[in-house]
């Protein structure tokens, strides 16, 4: 069994900084990409950022130069730094993983942690 699990998110200010991690844990082998994604209401989720095994990150438009994504690969955690937030930022932030735990990879998701931008 996989798991991932998120912690960091809360409430905060507009203009205020939050730091999310995700640990994955459980039979892992390897792990390819992580990544964060977000879903406000009423809105489908999309992705905020993720980074490859190498180090390669991708940033979706709106959080280049706000949100900063790391990665521990011995540790087999994901962080994102979110600076100057909005609350357009409000949202469930979701880590998502492409972990191989048998034989192939598969993708896990943990189970979101809610991250509120008040003005």
């Known amino acids: 069994q996989v798991q991932l699990v998120e912690s960091g998110g809360g409430l905060v200010q507009a203009g205020g900084s939050l730091r999310l991690s995700c640990v994955a844990s459980?039979?892992?082998?390897?792990?390819?990409?992580m990544g964060w994604y977000r879903q406000a209401p009423g809105k489908q989720r999309e992705l905020v950022a993720d980074?490859?095994?190498?180090?390669?990150?991708n940033y979706a438009d709106s959080v280049k130069g706000r949100f900063t994504i790391s990665r521990d690969n011995a540790k087999n955690t994901v962080s994102l730094q979110l600076n100057s937030l909005t609350p357009e930022d409000t949202a469930v932030y979701y880590c998502?993983?492409?972990?191989?735990?048998?034989?192939?990879?598969?993708?896990?998701w943990g189970q979101g942690t809610q991250v509120t931008v008040s003005s």
């Open positions: 998502n993983a492409n972990i191989m735990s048998t034989t192939y990879y598969l993708t896990y």
């Open positions: 980074i490859t095994r190498g180090g390669i990150t």
């Open positions: 459980g039979r892992i082998f390897s792990v390819n990409n």
